[in-house]
Structures are given as C-alpha cells and as structure tokens.
C-alpha cells in the first residue's frame, strides 16, 4: 500500500475550515513547497499531518473538509478531482 497523508497548514486559532488542506505522499517536501512558493500559504504558518491511509482515504477525508472551491486557502475543492480545477499537480 502506498501511504498517502491529509495535511494542514495553519494559525493557531484557525478552524479546520481555515487555513489549507491537502494531500501527499510526502508530507515534508509538499508542505515546505507549499510555504515556500504559495503566495496564498504564508510562509510562518503551521502545519500538522490529520490523517494517514490509503489515496481514496485521503482524497475522502480532504473532500469532506474542502466540499467546495475557495475555502480556506484551497483554491480547488477536496477529493481526487480538486486538481483539475485548472492547476498543474504533480503526483507529489
């Protein structure tokens, strides 16, 4: 089984509805990309890792706490289809 990780990045005092939520494989180099070159993702915020399961767990869970575009700093909704949503993903 492939590991894949829902991660999210944060303030404190942020709800899981702020903020930003993803999926990975490798949770250090996706975060660190994202703080790094994000412009939505500031590069202080926080991070936590809030599952680990297979990819369709994953995709799962980030689609109930991502349903729809724009919330947070997500700008695709959750689950395996949120990166048609006119982005380039890599399989990171």
């Not at 349903?67 to 006119?86: I, L, V």
Request: glycine share 10%; charged share 30%; net charge neutral.
């Amino acid at each position: 089984m492939n590991k894949s990780y829902v991660y999210w990045i944060f303030y404190e005092g942020f709800s899981q509805d702020e903020g930003y939520v993803g999926v990975t494989r490798y949770p250090d180099r996706r975060i660190a990309h994202h703080l790094k070159n994000n412009p939505k993702v500031p590069s202080d915020a926080q991070h936590k890792i809030l599952f680990e399961g297979t990819r369709d767990e994953c995709f799962e869970l980030e689609y109930k706490l991502r349903p729809r575009p724009q919330m947070g700093w997500n700008n695709a909704p959750g689950g395996s289809q949120g990166y048609k949503e006119g982005f380039k993903h890599s399989e990171e």
